[in-house]
């Protein structure tokens, strides 16, 4: 009969003892599982804070260039091709002389093609 009660007192203090540690872990990861989850939002917010103002600026950017368009579309038309033209040969790694013979004289002699790196790539 002492037996089957100190088995039973073990059994409690077994409980009690797991009871502690489950509220032990859960007080240790819950407060670590908040703050990653509040960290995760803020994080979100704020990309979504500087997507929408991107989009915001581009949206105001496209109006401006618009209202300009709709006032002289030749001159604006034409400084947007300029422009592009420009972001793109910005890129390119091509030299273009002019074939008409006007502006291009002793060009030639001046740049010095034979000193670029030969990769065995052509930039086409």
């Known amino acids: ?3 089957a009660f ?3 007192q073990r059994a409690r203090a077994d409980q009690e003892r797991a ?4 509220q032990a872990y859960s007080n240790d990861i819950l407060p ?3 703050g990653e989850a509040e960290r995760i939002r803020q994080e979100a917010e704020a990309y979504r804070s500087q997507v929408v103002n991107l ?3 581009e949206a105001r950017r ?3 260039v618009y209202q300009t368009y709709a006032q002289a579309k030749d001159v604006t038309a034409w400084r947007l091709y300029l422009e592009s033209m420009d972001d793109m040969l910005k890129k390119a790694s091509k030299v273009v002389i002019d074939g008409s013979g006007k502006s291009g004289a002793g060009v030639l002699p001046l740049l010095q093609l034979q000193d670029k790196p030969k990769s ?3 930039n086409r």
């Open 62 to 64: 496209f109006d401006s």
């Open 6 to 8: 100190n088995d039973v």
């Open 32 to 34: 670590k599982a908040r």
């Open 55 to 57: 989009a915001q600026g």
């Open 19 to 22: 009871r502690n540690e489950a």
């Open 120 to 122: 065995g790539k052509e």
């Open 1 to 3: 009969m002492i037996d």
